[in-house]
């Protein structure tokens, strides 16, 4: 795979501090030349499967030979592993603690390996603290891998299977569907883990959550100020929003809340 330079980032650190900026200058120190895009430093402390929902559907926007990285980490320090996975021709580093379990599963022959001491000690990458391995372990080798001076092979020992996302995929058949609420935008809109694969083969879709429900409409204007709707966003999820207001304030949903699609022709 022709590395492409790129490197993106997706983390839970926030913008308080100086965290992802020095992980940026252990990038630039190794790869002055690197290309560094973040795709979120606002993912929901602790949780990884937000994060490994969106680079599962954002990282296809990256020219190919793309290195990600994503760092949510509540066992940084431990004996969990790190991760590689190539997958529709990018490279992704994470711990293993289901973050790119749903990628994976959506990337028929994605290949995996477990990066080891060894590589990293070739790559005089040593001594890691035990609290910010984003800065001490997954920036420098991203370098190396996005410099093309690393081969992904290489890494360490290829694994068959990761730790799980610890939130289920979606679920269901042609008249329901079962998923949940999987994070917020900045609009207060809640997006859902239902892709839009499910919802097309109804005849008529109606979204449900918190004893409310919605019909599934094209776009916010289709509504007035203030009111309700249900959409396929632009990332191919079902979304629950409010127009020119927060779906979330005015339902007081969150992360984690069920939701089901189901295709009201088919009612008895």
């Given at each position: 795979m022709q590395a492409s330079g790129v490197i993106t980032l997706t983390t839970d650190f926030g913008h308080k501090g100086p965290f992802v900026g020095v992980m940026k200058?252990?990038?630039?120190?190794?790869?002055?030349g690197a290309r560094i895009v973040d795709i979120t430093h606002e993912i929901l402390v602790h949780w990884p499967a937000?994060?490994?929902?969106?680079?599962?559907r954002a990282y296809r926007y990256f020219p190919p030979g793309t290195v990600h990285v994503a760092v949510v980490d509540p066992g940084v320090g431990t004996s969990r592993d790190i991760v590689a996975v190539q997958a529709g021709g990018h490279l992704f580093l994470a711990p293993d603690n289901g973050l790119l379990a749903p990628l994976v599963g959506r990337n028929d022959g994605a290949r995996i390996v477990r990066v080891d001491a060894q590589a990293l000690a070739r790559l005089s990458i040593t001594r890691p603290s035990a609290t910010f391995h984003g800065r001490d372990i997954f920036a420098p080798l991203a370098a190396e891998l996005a410099a093309g001076r690393c081969a992904f092979a290489d890494l360490?020992?290829?694994?068959?299977?990761?730790?799980?996302?610890?939130?289920?995929?979606?679920?269901?058949?042609?008249?329901?569907?079962?998923g949940v609420v999987i994070t917020l935008d900045h609009f207060g809109n809640l997006i859902t883990n239902i892709d839009a694969h499910w919802v097309v083969r109804m005849g008529s879709p109606r979204v449900y959550a918190a004893n409310?429900?919605?019909?599934?409409?094209?776009?916010?204007?289709?509504v007035k100020p203030?009111?309700?709707?249900a959409l396929v966003n632009s990332f191919g999820v079902v979304e629950i929003a409010r127009a020119e207001q927060s779906a979330a304030d005015g339902l007081g949903l969150s992360r984690g809340a069920p939701v089901v699609v189901r295709d009201t022709a088919r009612l008895p």
């Open positions: 200058g252990r990038i630039y120190s190794r790869m002055a937000e994060a490994g929902f969106w680079l599962a360490g020992p290829p694994l068959e299977t990761l730790v799980p996302s610890w939130v289920e995929e979606a679920s269901g058949d042609d008249s329901a569907v079962h409310h429900a919605w019909p599934l409409l094209r776009t916010y204007g289709d203030g009111e309700y709707l």
